[in-house]
C-alpha cells in the first residue's frame, strides 16, 4: 500500500490530490480524522463501497457513515432534514458528531445496508476536510480495521491491520480525540444515542435543550439484526477482563498462576505480581479515550495474551470508554 506523510494541519496539496485520485477511481483512501482513522470510498459508487466491505471482512448489513466537506453538502444526503439536525450540525459540525436522518434517493442502498436512513458527519480533522473538499461526492469510511478489531488511531494501526488491501494510507500522525463519533438517530419522532463516542452526551442534551434516550451498550442499526451483531467488537487479540480496582491483584494473581503473559491498563498504579506491560491511563474520560485504542494496540503487540482493565467509574463522561471496553470484552 501507497503510504503519504501529510501535515496534520497544513496538508500538502499534492498529498490531498494523489487521495483525491484514487477516491474518484473507486479506489480505497486510509484517512485520518480526529476520531480514528476512516477507511474512505466514493459513498455513492455502490462498487467503491463494497470494496470498503471487502477489504474489512464486514458484514454487508452493518451500514457506513457518509463524511461530507459542508453542513450543506450533508442536507444534501437527506430527503427530510429535521430542525434537530440543522441545530446539531450548526453546532456540532464540523466535529465527532454522526446524525441519522432519511436518505435522498441518490444514496446507495449498499451504503445504508438497505436502511431508509443514513449516518452523515462532517469530520473536523484538516486532511480529511482536505479531501472531502477535493471531490464531488460524500466518502464513506468505516474505521479503518478489521471488522471486530480495534480501531486505529494512528498511520501504523492502519498498515498493521489492512495490508495489501488499502490503495493509499495519508499518514498524519495520531488522531487527537481517539474514539469514535457520537452517532444519533433523527429519523423518529425523538432523538435516540445510538453510539457514545466522543462527543459528551451532556453537550448533545445541552443543545437539543432535552434528554437523549439512550441505552448503555447498544450500538447502532443494522438493517438485519443478527445473533452476535452487536457482540464482541473493538476487540484485541489478547482476552480482555474488565475487573474492579479491588479485585485487581487476586485475579492478576490467578491470571498469572495460569500462565498467561499479562498487561494492564490502570487508572491508578497499584503494584500488581506478576503482570509484566502496565499502562496508566490519564484520570479524566476525555484523556482515557484519546489514549484507549492505542494503548490496546500497544499491549497486543508486547504479546499480551490477557489485559486487566480496571473498571472505568459510572457516569455519562465514561459512556462512551465503558462501551468499548464492554464489547471488547465479550466473547461472543
Ligand atoms: O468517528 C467515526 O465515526 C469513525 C470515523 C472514521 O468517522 N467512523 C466509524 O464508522 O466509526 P463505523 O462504520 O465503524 O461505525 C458506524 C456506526 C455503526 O455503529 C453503524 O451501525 C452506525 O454508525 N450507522 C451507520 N449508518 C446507520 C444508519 N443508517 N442507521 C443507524 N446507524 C447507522
Ligand atoms: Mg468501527
Do not use: Q
Amino acid at each position: 500500500m501507497r503510504v503519504l506523510k501529510v501535515d496534520p494541519t497544513n496538508p500538502e496539496p499534492e498529498a490531498i490530490a494523489a487521495a483525491a485520485a484514487v477516491l474518484v477511481a473507486g479506489g480505497l483512501v486510509a484517512m485520518p480524522t480526529e476520531t480514528v482513522y476512516g477507511l474512505g470510498a466514493n459513498a455513492l459508487d455502490p462498487e467503491a463501497v463494497e470494496r470498503i466491505f471487502a477489504a474489512k471482512g464486514r458484514p454487508s448489513f452493518n451500514p457506513l457513515i457518509a463524511h461530507c466537506a459542508t453542513l450543506e453538502d450533508a442536507r444534501r444526503l437527506a430527503s427530510n432534514w429535521p430542525a434537530a439536525a440543522e441545530t446539531l450540525g450548526e453546532r456540532f459540525w464540523p466535529g465527532p458528531l454522526t446524525l441519522v436522518v432519511p436518505k435522498a434517493a441518490e444514496v446507495p442502498d449498499r451504503l445504508t445496508a438497505g436502511l431508509p436512513t443514513v449516518a452523515i458527519r462532517v469530520p473536523e480533522h484538516p486532511v480529511a476536510l482536505a479531501l472531502l473538499s477535493a471531490v464531488d461526492f460524500p466518502v464513506a469510511a468505516p474505521s479503518a480495521n478489521p471488522f471486530t478489531g480495534l480501531s486505529p488511531t494512528s498511520a501504523g494501526h492502519v498498515v498493521k491491520g489492512l495490508t495489501g488491501k488499502v490503495d493509499l494510507l495519508l499518514d498524519a500522525g495520531a488522531s487527537a480525540l481517539g474514539i469514535e463519533s457520537t452517532v444519533v438517530d433523527l429519523s423518529g419522532p425523538r432523538p435516540v444515542l445510538l453510539r457514545p463516542g466522543a462527543l459528551p452526551i451532556a453537550a448533545l442534551e445541552e443543545a437539543l435543550g432535552e434528554p437523549i434516550a439512550h441505552s448503555d451498550g447498544y450500538e447502532g442499526a443494522v438493517s438485519r439484526p443478527a445473533p452476535g451483531m452487536i457482540g464482541r467488537h473493538y476487540s484485541p487479540r489478547a482476552r480482555l477482563r474488565i475487573v474492579s480496582p479491588a479485585d485487581l491483584r487476586e485475579v492478576a494473581g490467578v491470571e498469572a498462576k495460569g500462565g498467561a503473559a499479562l498487561g494492564a491498563l490502570l487508572r491508578s498504579s497499584p503494584p500488581l505480581d506478576g503482570v509484566e506491560h502496565v499502562v496508566t491511563m490519564p484520570p479524566d474520560a476525555p484523556g482515557y479515550a484519546s489514549r484507549l485504542y492505542a494503548s490496546l494496540h500497544e499491549l497486543d503487540d508486547a504479546g499480551c495474551d490477557v489485559i486487566l482493565v480496571e473498571e472505568p467509574p459510572h457516569g455519562l463522561p465514561w459512556a462512551a470508554v465503558r462501551d468499548r471496553l464492554t464489547r471488547a470484552s465479550r466473547s461472543d
